[in-house]
């Protein structure tokens, strides 16, 4: 896994990371037929905020592999299944979100969520186990490593601190 070139004209997408969009398409496409027959049953308040609520889990999803995907140049084993796991946590957050709408219950797409945040940890940590074997002289014993579990998206460095 390194760095994608700067010098690359045009990256196009994988056929896997086309894939990927499609699972998001299809869930996003489900919380939208949910949002319309809740506002159809006059349950306007409801309806926009469970939308609200699934849009945002999956864009947030989207917007983390694809920042990972545009900014390494990855296309290995490791990478094809964890982007698998992430699908799958795509496709059962998609299937929860007829209850989520329904009965405002998201444990299922609860459930695909911590799935997708596992699939990109995991991302990380193999980002960072590169990092270590590519710089072993600059990955002492004090390393720094930036992490926004919160926001989902992970940059590892690894560098000397002063004693």
């Known amino acids: ?47 926009l905020a469970g939308y609200a609520v699934v849009f945002f889990g999956l864009w947030w999803a989207w917007v983390n592999f694809t920042w990972f995907a545009s900014a390494y140049d990855t296309d ?3 990478y094809r299944l964890i982007t698998l796991l992430q699908m799958a946590g795509v496709l059962v957050f998609a299937a929860g979100i007829p209850t989520a709408f329904k ?6 797409v609860l459930a695909g969520y911590i799935i997708m945040r596992l699939a990109l940890v995991t991302r990380g ?20 490593s930036l992490w926004s579990s919160s926001a989902g998206s992970a940059g590892s460095t690894c560098m000397a601190q002063p004693a």
């Open 125 to 144: 940590y193999a980002l960072l186990a590169v990092i270590r074997q590519a710089a072993p002289a600059r990955c002492g014993t004090r390393q720094v």
């Open 103 to 108: 009965h405002f219950d998201f444990t299922t």
């Open 1 to 47: 896994m390194s760095g994608r070139d700067r010098g690359e004209a045009h990256r196009a997408s994988t056929p896997l990371e086309l894939l990927f969009d499609l699972t998001l398409v299809v869930a996003v496409a489900r919380a939208a037929s949910q949002l319309q027959q809740a506002l159809g049953q006059g349950h306007a308040g409801h309806a």
């Open 76 to 78: 290995d084993v490791i």
